[in-house]
């Protein structure tokens, strides 16, 4: 009997080649050639008009071989880029060209591209280029953005690219009524994913095969590959986007296409040489997308218990210069912000605004994080004016177990109803506190004010609608080796997809889990594919590999009875083997069963030889019957109704210090329900690693604009991710796994979760030990004795 | 993020150094090139030539010396760090290297490098500052020997002429029944300090070099004022500015904790070792 | 005009090569872009994440703070070269893979040689100093927390490996 894999913390298969230094990223592509780099020049400045660009000068560099400008852009590649996800709120949307054209709206705004045998060359030649400039006034930040005296698009009015209002009941009304009112003014201010390896494509044209090959450190190869196909004038079937191991996401290269994944094919084929472009630290911080950046007013309406009646929610949201990817992060914000609680009547407003900054495109979490933040906030607002314990009060507001599924009355993200499909809130606020210690906490508090110490506990709560359509395909093909290669379409960037896929398909296929061989982002496996975000790739992915495993299994089973001659029924699969259960002599195995799959009449090897002594098909039919396909494949899409919600609460005790103001956490706590768990040990992985991106984001992180919008900390010398030393010294972990009804493996999405409540949670936290409001995040420690000082006064 | 294009001159002795040198005004030395090549990879410097000390022989010498130790051009952090004749003779500047940057940095950086790179944020600085210490440059007219005093000019700029190369660097030794302390208050961890501290207290004399708080390495004295005034009066001689990681207030705020605090904790480290050597 | 060339030799892993360079040429570049060591990542080109840290005669650098031009005279280590000969994976590189140290593996080479040469150094190391040993260089991914253990564990492999050669060479 085979130990089911599922549920375990099976050793990653990906770990093995990342161990050795011999993973494949993007910039490893094609390093043995003589490959041709690329450069560009970006905007130094926020806002101006273009007069003149003069590259005479570049020319005359030795190893110089092209320079591209927006004049040299020709067809669909001098139209501005894809507004990828319309939505009729976006009255106003307006996304860049591929090379900036009369106008730059943007620190890092591409210019010009230079393309030279080596980088060092090509940033010497962009360094050649003369760009005159007529300055315009630009808009930074989002209270510039309301004031609209200056207008980031002339054709924008008030700078508003979108306003979109949703409601439930009538929550003014509510509130009216209602016998407590509070009102609340928040902030969270920009960040950005920073994975360790930025983006980053190469391009080779095949002039003898007609055919365009793209490597590109993306969430999604099908959307690139269709982008690229369009803007180059190709069929789709002449272009193939493989997405190599990729070194971090976070929800920064679901964005498509960026402006050098078109410029870089369009060089290559012009040229007729490898090209690539490895983008550089510094332009990763100005040219790929930020997050976060919101400023909230809410008002709320409830009763003696701290219940809900009434809660309206207005904010204004910071989308840059350009709206690539619509309104999805302002969509999440103001759906998700609703958490576990069930607010009766609900009304969120928002206005998505231009600012002359880089464009803002979903970070993990997108846009939760900010609506966790308002929700809790208020969740602490009410306790602190009632008097209540912060748990009592969210509890009264909690979505019962037997209330599943709970419909929100709003519409998600997706277009679908926001309609939660399974959940244990009050479990998981049980085990929150047991897990961080919350009722010990007074007297811990008062004994460490006795010493002169100040400590504070917070606790937040979220949901996260994870798994997202429209759908995820799989293949999966037994070869005549025995071996199983499974393709799905969706990109990889650490999660380990390799290791968990594989388990899914060696439970279903009774393989050897070493056996299987998963495939990502590569369009030439697999064509039909959304890409990697919103937590949906154990969901979609995961759930189409088990029905493609199924279909397989199925021929599998259909074979081998006819081979055997047994009934379906009687057989079973253990480690490759088909055998007729207690006749365990009575078998064949997997690659025999792949051999007989495929009525070819030559033997190339010691498996088809073996496959001679069985006999199948009926010599009366044709070898392969109607309604049957040769090899033995399996092959299926699956595409959920509406998302999985996947839920959890977070608690922190932090320490702040009475004289610097610094804040040091003392514990860190997570309860998490991502329904069914394929791989703990993944997904504690993505838990902790959320959790320290969240202490970034709450703590330490911020995209530092001056009023001219030139970012002041593009480095990681002055933009503060943690390193171990700002991280907990251990995150408890405990886990909830209620299944959701919607998938046949009961999972929800696990991916985001990490990073959603760290603002609310560490606001909270610092509320408490501080005993002043905390409306702004992130905060340091400059900025708490600030707040200190002015409460103080 | 690559270097412009420079002519590279890799010397074997000071003297060649000095040569070429003279004869490239657009030179910069590099040693450990730990703050040069970020900056020359931004490309917010762009010498016409590098001349690279690293293959001069005897330069990462560590030697003590009447009244002090003596570091050689090429001495990495790493090894000033671990070396017990340092720890011994200017215990000091064991304390300030540990706040340098992180480990693998000072496995390349140079302690000579650092203090002529002339950071007002970088700990070294204010440490041969506050220790009245010293640098020797060998130049087309010979040798001659900068006090700390002289050495800092402004922002990021010492007075070493171009034709200049620091062979090393002399911090005096600690005096008997002295005490030093250094801290510093950091936003993470091997960041450069949003403020540092470094006291040495003799008898009555009592002086703290601050970092981070002006365009130079600072130097107060602050013999006589009573204890619950040591942060008050150094802030009078101070001006502290904003940046995007810390107020102007918040910077004040940390000089007065952190000058109490480094004082308090040299005279202890005055009082173990009196004790010890006892 | 064209930039001068120098005549580099490099001795990484144990081989040696003969690159021809300009000067500017970063030690990073020159490992993965002329040697095709594409195991050390460059993260950040300003010194600050440690993915391109590689050991120079066995102490951990930054690969991308140094020119190639002045690696010569040098012995370095990259990523690759930590692999045992017969391909097994050192005691640092498993415990990686038994902790689940590593995500998207973009900054793990740089962890592997700076743990390498800590474990060397101080075999023993205390929780505290495990932590201390990675405190210089950035992980997106893991919050740290797996890469901490990884290093307790490759701490214990180690020790267990010493010990089973002692024992067998006694």
Known sequence: ?793 | MKPAPFDYRRPGSIAEAVQILAGEPNAKVLAGGQSLVPLLSMRLAAPAMLVDINAIPGLDAIEVEDGGVRIGALARHAAVLASPDVRRVQPLVPMALAHVAHATIRNRGTTVGSLIHADAAAEMPVVLSLLGGSVDVDGPSGRRTIPASELYVGPLESSLHHDEIAVSAFFPALAPGAGVAFQELARRHGDYALVGAAALVEGESVEVGYLSVSDVPTVVDLSGVDDADLGEAALAQLEPADDIHATAAYRAQLVRVLTGKVVRSAREWADQHAEGAR | ?170
């Open chain 1, 1 to 793: 009997m085979t130990t089911k894999l599922m549920g375990q913390g099976v050793q990653r298969v990906e770990d093995q080649r990342f161990l050795r230094g011999l993973g494949r990223y993007v910039d490893d592509v094609a390093v043995e050639q003589q490959v041709l780099h690329a450069a560009v020049l970006r905007s130094p400045h926020a806002h101006a008009r273009i007069l003149d660009i003069d590259v005479a000068d570049v020319l005359d560099v030795e190893g110089v071989h092209a320079v591209y400008t927006y004049d040299d852009l020709t067809g669909p590649m001098a139209e501005p880029l894809p507004l990828l996800i319309p939505h009729p709120a976006l009255t106003h949307g307006r996304t860049q060209y591929a090379l900036a054209k009369d106008e730059v709206n943007y620190v890092g705004e591409a210019i010009a591209f230079v393309v030279a045998e080596d980088r060092y060359v090509a940033e010497d030649a962009v360094a050649r280029i003369r760009v005159d400039y007529e300055f315009l006034p630009p808009v930074v930040g989002i209270a510039a953005a309301r004031a609209a005296e200056r207008l980031v698009h002339d054709d924008v009015p008030g700078n508003v690219g979108a306003r979109l209002e949703q409601e439930v009941g009538d929550a003014k009304a509510a509130i009216a009524r209602a016998p407590h009112t509070l009102s609340l003014d928040l902030t969270v201010e920009r960040s950005a994913c920073m994975p360790m390896e930025g983006r980053g494509t190469v391009a080779r044209w095949d002039p003898d095969l007609h055919r365009l090959q793209v490597w590109t450190s993306t969430q999604s190869s099908t959307g690139v590959r269709a982008a690229v196909a369009v803007k180059m004038g190709l069929g789709l079937g002449q272009v193939d986007v493989v997405t190599p191991d990729v070194g971090g996401g976070f929800g920064v290269k679901i964005n498509h296409p960026w402006p050098e994944e078109l410029l870089v094919p369009m060089a290559a084929r012009a040229l007729g040489r490898t090209v690539k472009f490895t983008e550089d630290r510094r332009e990763h911080f100005i040219s790929s997308a930020h997050e976060r950046g919101q400023v909230h007013h809410i008002e709320v309406g409830f009763d003696d218990d701290g219940r809900l009646l009434g809660l309206d929610v207005e904010f204004w949201h910071d989308h840059g210069a350009f709206t690539p990817y619509g309104l999805i992060v302002p969509i999440i914000t103001s759906t998700q912000l609703l958490g576990p609680y069930k607010p009766q009547n609900y009304r969120v407003v928002f206005e998505s605004l231009y600012t002359n900054t880089v464009m803002v495109t979903p970070y993990r979490g997108a846009g939760r994080p900010q609506g966790c933040y308002a929700m809790e906030r208020t969740m602490d607002a009410i306790a602190a004016y009632l008097g209540k314990d912060r748990t009592e009060v969210r509890a009264v507001n909690f979505i019962q177990p037997d209330e599943f599924p709970y419909d929100q009355g709003l519409i998600f993200q997706d277009g679908r109803e926001l309609e939660y499909d399974s959940g244990d809130y009050p479990a998981s606020l049980e085990k929150i506190k047991a897990l961080v210690g919350w009722d010990e906490f007074p007297a811990f508090q008062a004994e460490m004010a006795a010493q002169g110490r100040r400590v504070g506990i917070g606790l937040a709560c979220y949901v996260e609608g994870t798994g997202v359509g429209p759908y995820e395909g799989a293949h999966v093909h037994i070869e005549t080796s025995g071996k199983v290669k499974v393709a799905t379409g969706l990109t990889t960037q650490g999660q380990g997809h390799a290791t968990v896929f594989a388990q899914l398909v060696a439970d279903e296929l009774g393989c050897p889990f070493e056996d299987v061989e998963v495939v990502t982002g590569d369009t030439r496996r697999m064509p039909y594919a959304v890409g990697t975000f919103a937590s949906r790739a154990a969901v979609m992915s995961g759930s189409a590999i088990h029905l493609a495993a199924k279909r397989a299994k199925e021929k599998v089973l259909k074979i081998a009875a006819e081979a055997l001659e047994a009934d379906e029924k009687d057989l079973q699969i253990v480690d490759g083997v088909v055998s007729v259960k207690g006749s365990p002599g009575t078998s064949i195995d997997l690659g025999t069963v792949s051999v007989l799959s495929n009525p070819l009449r030559y033997a190339f090897d010691e498996a088809s030889k073996a496959a001679t002594q069985f006999s199948v098909g009926d010599p009366g039919k044709p070898p392969v019957p109607e309604d049957e396909e040769p090899g033995l494949e399996g092959k299926d899409f699956y595409s959920p109704e509406r998302a999985t919600f996947a839920s959890g609460m977070h608690a922190v005790i932090v320490e702040t210090d009475p004289d610097t103001a610094e804040i040091t956490i003392l514990k860190y706590a997570v309860v998490h329900d991502c329904g069914k768990l394929i791989n703990p040990m993944i997904v504690e992985g993505q838990i902790h690693g959320g959790v320290a991106q969240g202490v970034g984001g709450a703590l330490y992180e911020r995209m530092a604009y001056d009023e001219s919008g030139q970012l002041l900390n593009a480095s990681f010398m002055d933009f503060l991710m943690p390193y171990v030393t700002e991280v907990p010294d251990g995150i408890d972990v405990d886990h909830l796994e209620t299944a959701s009804p919607l998938n046949p493996l009961g999972i929800k999405g696990a991916g985001e979760a990490g990073v959603i409540p760290s603002a609310a949670v560490f606001a909270a936290a610092i509320e408490d030990a501080e005993g002043i409001p905390i409306t702004a995040m992130p905060i340091s420690p400059s900025e708490l004795f600030t707040l200190r000082q002015e409460h103080s006064s």
């Open chain 3, 1 to 170: 005009m064209s930039e001068e060339l120098h005549d580099v030799r490099l001795t990484v892993n144990g081989a040696s090569h003969e690159i021809r360079v300009p000067a500017r040429r970063l030690l990073s570049d020159a490992l993965r872009h002329d040697l095709r060591l594409t195991g050390t990542h460059v993260g950040c080109e300003h010194g600050v994440c440690g993915a391109c840290t590689v050991l120079v005669d066995g102490e951990p650098m930054r690969a991308c703070l140094m020119f190639a031009v002045s690696a010569v005279d040098h012995e370095i280590t990259t990523v690759e070269g930590l692999t045992h000969a017969d391909g097994s994976l050192s005691p640092v590189q498993q415990a990686f893979a038994e902790c689940h140290g590593l995500q998207c593996g973009f900054c793990t080479p740089g962890f592997l040689t700076t743990i390498t040469a800590g474990l060397r150094d101080n075999p023993q190391p205390t929780h505290e100093e495990a932590r201390d040993m990675i405190a210089g260089n950035l992980c997106r991914c893991t919050g740290y927390q797996n890469i901490v253990k990884a290093v307790e564990r490759a701490a214990e492999l180690g020790s267990e490996a010493r010990t089973s050669t002692t024992g067998g060479a006694s």
